[in-house]
DNA sequence: GACACTTCTTGAACACGTTCAAAAATCGGG
DNA sequence: CCCGATTTTTGAACGTGTTCAAGAAGTGTC
């Protein structure tokens, strides 16, 4: 097989010597002068693997990601009603991201600036978000009793949004243990179901019409 | 009439410099010693008054929220329908926001993080929130007709709390003249009016109990 | 007016993210 | 093995937000 080539070998190190140092002191206080110390290169070195410190959350945020996909399969597998398969893969998600809430706050500010290769909405993020998407399609195709058609379409990319705003309380969630971002997550799902059900009133169809062609027609 | 004290006159002069800059060459542009130079002081100086550069966003972000309530208060003046008031009341918070968009983007980082004097959940925002939501207090007891009562206590910061979306949304949004936004905005205002007039439908009306008190047990 | 005391102002200095010209190491072909 | 070309590595230097010891200006008291 194949030797890990010298160079991917040091991009590897600094990458794990960061994410470490993310996760032990701290988004601010990880220097890019730290780390290239502790990894044992120097700054300029650093910084040819990673173009920016922003680069380096980017490859946290994938990591996650990939982590994300993999427990939430088996967190869902088995389950069957929509509520449940929703909760399981949003506990599974905080269950990841877990290790980073400490330093959750320092992250958002980010990830949320259009211009960061962070952003989930970037460019460079469109892979790992496009896996992240595909989570929630999972849930919405596997789901019985099987979600209304007209919204099959859509309802996964809504549900990848719900777990943006989620991700987002979480962050500002000072609860011991994330009490109540849990206590939202095991709220939401169960209403989420039960509002989808209600789509047969004709009443509340005609307004679900609205909401979905609202929703298609904002996102250019 | 007192006269504004010398120290008084100094701190506005370096506000006044720093937002006309905000304004005119952005956020991340604007340095400190730029600041300080314009407006004829030392860096220092602008610093014995404002402690970061932080809290020079903190008072833009008052000022708007001033315009605001002032704006907001006149469009929805005669208009008696919830919808309607809904409508004019952001349409008014985006009008305030406008000078500002090319650089919102540049701002929001700021604003996100929980630990900056910015972030409109924090104390240092308290006094600019509570009069934000009392823009949002208004539209809904003047409304006729009436809001369904169980959801008047909380339909405000629930409405306030959408704004903050609606900005997040508007930050993000590259279409000409926010036109994605400001559709938004006339598509979700009579959506949530007339869902809310779906109150009285019984298998609705269970729901939407249960989304209202997630709401409140979330809300610590 | 002289003296203490507070308020205001200064600019050099610090640590940070980032850049870049130059040097060192590596590689490929003869 | 050697030489040119490419890839990798270095560390000094830049501009940034921020701090702080020192001094200047103002204010009240006798």
Redesign the pocket.
């Known amino acids: 097989m194949p030797m890990a ?3 991917e070998q ?1 991009r590897q190190l600094v990458a794990d010597v960061a994410l470490r140092m993310f996760r032990e002191i701290g988004f ?1 206080k ?5 780390i290239a110390t502790e990894a044992g ?5 650093a ?3 990673f ?4 680069e380096l959350v980017q490859e946290l945020y994938v990591r996650v990601q990939a982590e994300h996909a993999v427990k939430a399969a088996e967190a869902v597998d088995g389950v069957k009603d929509l509520s449940g398969r929703l909760k399981a893969t949003l506990h599974a998600g905080l269950d990841v991201m877990e290790p980073y809430h400490r330093f959750g706050a320092e992250f958002i500010a980010t990830a949320i600036r259009p211009t960061s290769p962070v952003n989930p909405f970037s460019g460079e993020s469109t892979a790992a978000r496009d896996a992240s998407l595909a989570i929630f399609r999972n849930i919405v195709e596997g789901a019985s009793p099987a979600v209304p058609k007209k919204l099959r379409a859509d309802l996964p990319e809504l549900l990848w949004l719900g777990y943006m705003g989620v991700a987002l309380f979480w962050v500002y969630d000072t609860s011991e243990d994330r009490r109540r971002t849990r206590k939202l997550i095991d709220g939401v799902a169960p209403l989420i179901a039960r509002g989808l059900s209600l789509a047969r009133i004709p009443g509340v169809s005609k307004v679900l019409d609205d909401v979905l062609s609202l929703s298609r027609s904002v996102r250019e």
């Open positions: 080539s010298k160079s040091t601010e990880t220097t890019m002068r730290s290169v120097s700054v300029g070195n910084y040819y693997y173009a920016s410190k922003d």
